[in-house]
């Protein structure tokens, strides 16, 4: 069994966007190693959580501490966060004027000042994890969405981050791609990294999530272990959600 | 069910290509379209042949005095006695090579461009260019003679107002764009100042100024070079372009991008420099050499604070009382050296634009 220790913790997190509430209430504490998959319906605030916590997003109201540093507008604290913390987007925010090799070098060798040679070693190591060691001299835009999906996973790996984020990590990609991303997140997942997954993909939830969270209109409605959270929807709006995306 | 055969490719049909087809649909598809043919190609017949028949069949290439121009076409004469003024003012004969290095050394620079591959060593190169050509035709140390600027002129001086122009006003420009983008609002507001009060004013004013007005500032005696002025006033002119220019790139650059450099963890330093400058450049490529296309050109104005640009040379030198009457002549040779410079320049932008576009989705 994965240990309890608390590796983020969320309490009473309150956000607006001027005068819109967009994130209300939000408690949540996730323990290291524990792999979280958030769901919920467009705009309920998922995206705007989980940036809350590398601090991509500043909040008004609560606190959030990761891995024992609270999160505060202070440049040394956000670094050392980002240092621990590793993020995945949806349309993969590669660098398109850097090769392959470059996008997973740039942090190592600027942010860790890991020798050149050294950084290059771990980046191949990665890229090989994720099956695309043979591109890595091409630029992104060379590649197809899944491959630049899979490269910013290595990308983000490359740091040796203790959480990663990822939001909607499969949203973007063409339906035939969306296997090869997932096949590599699944595979993250049986290590010890801590994860929170912002995804649709119920299959992947079911078969790697400790506990599913499901938002909407800015809060945690339910959370629960996959099991539960499939067969026994407590609240009508998850049971209404759950109709619509396993609909068809 | 139904089974489809595999369909193997074929060539296009023949009707739709090759040079006749072309004719048709661009120069004669509409009426209108015939009308605007005609009258371009009659408007060619008018100006070309007399300008042929004067420039080169008539003209005069050979000799060296007035005389020699006798067959009522163009006297090249002119030009050829004077090239060296054209080529660098008063800048005395006999040390005339140091400038020809400099040129030649440009070359150098730019083989090796084409071997380094790091950008960084490449701005070191290029700065260590600008240095050393600077130091060479100055001169005034290692008992190299010292040629003060008031000889500076020609050609020479016009490109190195130009690029001198440029290379000083670039990093200002890149600052004061980052300035304008900045989320502090001190710094924010001291570029937006300064870029658009310096892009409300014409550059003849601030040449003026920075001639004039500049020592003011300093304490009496203390002379200032009358090029260093000019150059202080372009560069500051200059830079406000630049930051324009360099902010439209920036604008361009999706949000994406700043986010996924702050969450690998960069500074806002890192992020600027490795991230988004390098793409907001490329995407401001084609502006920044119409800039530096308009500054080259500009460069015509020093001739008002009394420095000796190329074409400032040709007017002295079409005023020469024994070459009078031939003014024609040195316009037509400045606009073609103009129009090479800018040509070529405006080639290489294209070539840039080419080359970078692989990278840009
Ligand atoms: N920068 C922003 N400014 C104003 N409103 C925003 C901004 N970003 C997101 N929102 C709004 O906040 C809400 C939650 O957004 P988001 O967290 O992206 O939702 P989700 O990821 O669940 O689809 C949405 O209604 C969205 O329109
Ligand atoms: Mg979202």
């Known amino acids: ?248 | 069910m139904a089974i489809y055969n595999k369909i193997n490719e074929r060539k296009a049909p023949s009707n739709t290509k090759g040079p006749t087809v072309w004719i048709r649909e661009n120069l004669f598809s509409t009426p209108l379209n015939v009308a605007l043919t005609i009258l371009g190609i009659m408007v060619l017949f008018w100006v070309i042949p007399p300008f042929v028949k004067w420039a080169y069949i008539n003209a005069n290439f050979a000799g060296t005095t007035r005389e020699d121009c006798t067959s009522g076409g163009a006297c090249w004469v002119f030009i050829r006695m004077k090239i060296d003024m054209f080529m660098y003012g008063f800048y005395p004969s006999e040390l005339r090579w140091r400038i020809n290095t400099v040129y030649g050394l440009f070359f150098v620079l730019m083989a090796a461009f084409k071997y380094l591959k790091s950008p960084l060593l490449k701005v070191a190169l290029a700065h260590v260019y600008f240095i050393v050509g600077f130091l060479l035709v100055h001169g005034g140390f290692f008992g190299i003679e010292m040629v003060p600027t008031d000889k500076w002129g020609g050609l020479m001086l016009t490109i190195m107002v130009a690029a001198v122009g440029i290379v000083c006003a670039f990093p200002i420009g890149v600052l004061l764009a980052l300035g304008r983008a900045s989320h502090l609002p001190i710094i924010k507001s001291i570029s937006v100042t300064y870029i658009e009060f310096i892009r409300g004013v014409p550059l003849i004013t601030i040449l003026f100024m920075s001639s004039i007005i500049l020592p003011l500032f300093f304490p009496e005696g203390v002379t200032f070079d009358k090029l260093l002025r000019a150059l202080i006033g372009i560069a500051m002119f200059e830079a406000a372009y630049i930051a324009e220019n360099i902010r439209g790139g920036l604008q361009s650059i999706p949000k994406g991008q700043f986010e996924a450099a702050d969450a690998i963890g960069l500074s806002y330093w890192q992020k600027m420099f490795l991230v988004i400058l390098p793409q907001a450049l490329k995407v401001a490529i084609p502006n920044l050499l119409s800039v530096a296309i308009s500054l080259f050109q500009d460069t015509t104005l020093v001739l008002i604070i009394g420095l000796f640009d190329l074409l400032a040379m040709v007017r002295l030198s079409a005023a020469d009382s024994y070459w009078l009457g031939y003014e024609t002549e040195g316009y037509v040779f400045v606009t073609f050296i103009f129009w090479f410079f800018c040509y070529s320049m405006s080639t290489f932008s294209q070539k840039l634009e080419k080359r970078f576009n692989t990278n840009l989705r």
């Open chain 1, 1 to 248: 069994m994965k240990d309890r220790k608390e590796i983020i913790e969320i309490k009473n997190l309150n956000k607006w966007y001027g005068d819109f509430h967009v994130l209300k209430d939000v408690n949540l504490t996730i323990n290291k190693g524990e792999i979280i998959v958030v769901c919920g319906p467009s705009g309920s605030g998922k995206s705007t959580l989980i940036r809350c916590i590398n601090y991509l997003e500043q909040f008004q109201e609560g606190s959030i501490i990761v891995d024992g540093i609270e999160l505060v507008n202070d440049v040394k604290k956000i670094k050392a966060i980002r240092e621990e913390v590793a993020m995945v987007f949806q349309h993969f925010n590669l660098f398109p004027h850097l090769t392959i090799l470059d996008n997973l070098t740039l942090a190592p060798i600027w942010v860790k000042k890991t020798p050149r040679k050294e950084a290059e070693a771990t980046a191949m190591k990665y890229l090989e994890r994720v099956g695309i060691a043979n591109q890595a001299h091409k630029y992104p835009n060379q590649l197809s969405g899944g491959q630049q999906q899979r490269v910013a996973i290595a990308r983000s790996l490359c740091k040796n981050p203790k959480i990663m984020l990822f939001d909607e990590p499969t949203s973007a990609l063409d339906p035939e791609m969306v296997a090869e991303v997932l096949d590599v997140m699944i595979e993250l997942a049986r290590e010890d990294k801590t994860m929170v997954c912002v995804t649709h993909e119920m299959g992947f939830a079911k078969k790697v999530a400790d506990r599913i969270i499901f938002m909407d209109a800015g809060q945690i409605v339910e959370e629960n272990t996959p099991e539960e959270f499939f067969q026994n929807p407590e609240s009508d709006r998850l049971k209404l959600f759950l109709e619509q995306i396993l609909s068809h």
